[in-house]
C-alpha cells in the first residue's frame, strides 16, 4: 500500500502539503517550549518549518492533527540512505514530536504513530527503510515523560553530548595541513569518505547514485567553501569536517539557565561569551566529521584540538558565541584548551516490535546534530 492509503485509516491526521500548512506547523513548533532542569533551549525554525528538513534530505514528511485549521500535534519523518554493514538501506530520523491538548489527540497521536511504525516497511514510500533514529535532550521532561508512555519502543542506542566551544585559553599547535575540500579531487575525498566508514554504523552514502558531500554543499543554507576542511599529514587526509551555521533554517534561543550554575552562566553571557536569557544562541557546527581509521589516540586528539580552534576562530570571527560538536559516551574528546559547555542528549532507535539495538557495534553512528 502506499502512504495515502495507510492515512486513511486516521483520517484525522494530515499530511502537510501547502505553504500555508507548512506555516501553521511552524508557528506551532515555535511556541512549544521544552522544560528542564538544565540548560533550557527553545528551537524555532524558519523561514518555514520545512528548510531545516529539506536541509536533511529531499523525501521527508510532516504529520500533523488540529481542528479548524489549527495545529495542535506534529511530527515528522526524515529518509536518508545509509550504509549499514556494507548494505545500502535506508534509515528514518523521527522529530520534531509535539501534542497538546493530550486528552483530546493523546490517543489518536499513539495509535498513529504505533501503526506507522508497525505497518513501515508495507507502505511502499517506507518499504527500504530499516532504522529509526530519534534524539531527545536529556534534561527534556515533557519528552521523557512521553517517552515512558509510549509503546513504540524507544531503545537507547549512544548517550552524547552537545559540546560548546566558547573561548580558548592555551595555543593548539599546527600538527596538520589544512586545505579546502575544493584543492582535492571529488573522487579522493569521496575515496577517503567510503573508506574511514567502513566500522560506522548507519555510514553516509557517498556514490555516484547519492553523495552526500555534494548534497550538504548545495542544500545547505550559507554553507561556505572555505568551511569545507580536510587535515592532511604526509601519509594523507588524517580528517576532514564541515564547519556549518544553520541560523538560516533554525535558531536556538536560551529560555534560561541551570539553578545550580546560574551565576556562572550570568557571568559568561555578560562578557558575551554567551547569550542572555531570551537571546539567540549562534553556534558553528562541526559536521561531516570523519577521521581516518586507524588514527593512533593522540593524533587523533591532535586532530581534533586543530579542527576545534579552526572552527572556534572562525566563529568568533563571524561574531557568533562559538564552535559546537557532538561527543559520543566512549568517544570523548580532551578539549582541555577550551572553556566549554555541554547540553547530554541521547541517540534512540525506535522500533515497537523489536530491540534493534544488538544490530550494532560499539562504534559511532554517523548522525548529525546540527540536522535536529
Given at each position: 500500500?502506499?502512504?495515502?492509503?495507510?492515512?486513511?485509516?486516521?483520517?484525522?491526521?494530515?499530511?502537510?502539503?501547502?505553504?500555508?500548512?507548512?506555516?501553521?506547523?511552524?508557528?506551532?513548533?515555535?511556541?512549544?517550549?521544552?522544560?528542564?532542569?538544565?540548560?533550557?533551549?527553545?528551537?524555532?525554525?524558519?523561514?518555514?518549518?520545512?528548510?531545516?528538513?529539506?536541509?536533511?534530505?529531499?523525501?521527508?514528511?510532516?504529520?500533523?492533527?488540529?481542528?479548524?485549521?489549527?495545529?495542535?500535534?506534529?511530527?515528522?519523518?526524515?529518509?536518508?540512505?545509509?550504509?549499514?554493514?556494507?548494505?545500502?538501506?535506508?534509515?528514518?530520523?523521527?522529530?520534531?514530536?509535539?501534542?497538546?491538548?493530550?486528552?483530546?489527540?493523546?490517543?489518536?497521536?499513539?495509535?498513529?504513530?504505533?501503526?506507522?511504525?508497525?505497518?513501515?516497511?508495507?507502505?511502499?514510500?517506507?518499504?527500504?527503510?530499516?532504522?529509526?533514529?530519534?534524539?531527545?535532550?536529556?534534561?527534556?521532561?515533557?519528552?521523557?515523560?512521553?517517552?515512558?508512555?509510549?509503546?513504540?519502543?524507544?531503545?537507547?542506542?549512544?548517550?552524547?553530548?552537545?559540546?560548546?566551544?566558547?573561548?580558548?585559553?592555551?595555543?593548539?599547535?599546527?600538527?596538520?595541513?589544512?586545505?579546502?575540500?575544493?584543492?582535492?579531487?571529488?573522487?579522493?575525498?569521496?575515496?577517503?569518505?567510503?573508506?574511514?566508514?567502513?566500522?560506522?554504523?548507519?555510514?553516509?552514502?557517498?556514490?555516484?547514485?547519492?553523495?552526500?558531500?555534494?548534497?550538504?554543499?548545495?542544500?545547505?543554507?550559507?554553507?561556505?567553501?572555505?568551511?569545507?576542511?580536510?587535515?592532511?599529514?604526509?601519509?594523507?587526509?588524517?580528517?576532514?569536517?564541515?564547519?556549518?551555521?544553520?541560523?538560516?533554517?533554525?535558531?536556538?534561543?536560551?529560555?534560561?539557565?541551570?539553578?545550580?550554575?546560574?551565576?556562572?552562566?550570568?557571568?559568561?553571557?555578560?562578557?558575551?561569551?554567551?547569550?542572555?536569557?531570551?537571546?539567540?544562541?549562534?553556534?558553528?557546527?562541526?559536521?561531516?566529521?570523519?577521521?581516518?581509521?586507524?588514527?593512533?589516540?593522540?593524533?587523533?586528539?591532535?586532530a581534533m584540538r586543530q579542527i576545534a580552534r579552526i572552527a572556534s576562530a572562525r566563529a568568533r570571527q563571524r561574531r557568533m558565541h562559538g564552535a559546537t560538536l557532538a561527543e559520543f559516551e566512549g568517544?570523548?574528546?580532551?578539549?582541555?584548551?577550551?572553556?566549554?559547555?555541554?547540553?547530554?542528549?541521547?541517540?534512540?532507535?525506535?522500533?515497537?516490535?523489536?530491540?534493534?539495538?544488538?544490530?550494532?557495534?560499539?562504534?559511532?553512528?554517523?548522525?548529525?546534530?546540527?540536522?535536529?
Amino acid at each position: 500500500m502506499d502512504l495515502a492509503e495507510f492515512l486513511r485509516q486516521f483520517p484525522e491526521v494530515r499530511l502537510v502539503r501547502s505553504e500555508a500548512e507548512d506555516e501553521r506547523v511552524r508557528e506551532f513548533f515555535n511556541s512549544a517550549p521544552m522544560k528542564g532542569e538544565g540548560l533550557g533551549l527553545l528551537y524555532r525554525r524558519r523561514p518555514h518549518f520545512r528548510s531545516l528538513l529539506d536541509a536533511h534530505s529531499e523525501r521527508h514528511f510532516v504529520f500533523y492533527v488540529g481542528d479548524d485549521g489549527t495545529v495542535e500535534g506534529a511530527g515528522t519523518l526524515v529518509l536518508r540512505p545509509a550504509l549499514q554493514h556494507g548494505k545500502k538501506i535506508d534509515v528514518g530520523y523521527l522529530g520534531d514530536l509535539r501534542v497538546e491538548n493530550i486528552r483530546r489527540w493523546g490517543k489518536l497521536w499513539r495509535n498513529f504513530y504505533s501503526g506507522l511504525l508497525t505497518q513501515l516497511q508495507q507502505i511502499d514510500e517506507f518499504a527500504q527503510v530499516r532504522y529509526l533514529l530519534t534524539a531527545l535532550m536529556k534534561q527534556n521532561e515533557i519528552a521523557h515523560a512521553a517517552l515512558a508512555r509510549s509503546p513504540l519502543g524507544y531503545h537507547l542506542l549512544r548517550r552524547y553530548r552537545m559540546v560548546n566551544l566558547l573561548r580558548r585559553w592555551g595555543p593548539v599547535p599546527n600538527t596538520f595541513q589544512v586545505r579546502r575540500w575544493a584543492e582535492l579531487a571529488h573522487s579522493e575525498l569521496k575515496t577517503f569518505y567510503q573508506r574511514n566508514q567502513t566500522q560506522t554504523p548507519l555510514a553516509w552514502v557517498v556514490d555516484d547514485e547519492h553523495d552526500e558531500l555534494r548534497h550538504r554543499l548545495q542544500n545547505w543554507p550559507g554553507v561556505r567553501p572555505e568551511d569545507a576542511l580536510v587535515l592532511s599529514d604526509s601519509s594523507g587526509v588524517v580528517a576532514s569536517c564541515l564547519l556549518w551555521d544553520p541560523s538560516a533554517v533554525k535558531a536556538m534561543v536560551v529560555r534560561n539557565y541551570p539553578k545550580k550554575l546560574r551565576w556562572a552562566y550570568l557571568f559568561l553571557a555578560a562578557i558575551k561569551v554567551l547569550p542572555r536569557e531570551n537571546e539567540e544562541l549562534r553556534l558553528l557546527y562541526v559536521t561531516s566529521l570523519v577521521l581516518r581509521e586507524g588514527l593512533s589516540p593522540g593524533l587523533r586528539q591532535k586532530a581534533m584540538r586543530q579542527i576545534a580552534r579552526i572552527a572556534s576562530a572562525r566563529a568568533r570571527q563571524r561574531r557568533m558565541h562559538g564552535a559546537t560538536l557532538a561527543e559520543f559516551e566512549g568517544n570523548e574528546y580532551d578539549l582541555r584548551p577550551f572553556i566549554t559547555q555541554k547540553t547530554d542528549l541521547e541517540l534512540y532507535l525506535v522500533d515497537p516490535r523489536r530491540n534493534p539495538v544488538p544490530d550494532f557495534s560499539g562504534q559511532i553512528p554517523a548522525f548529525e546534530m546540527g540536522l535536529v
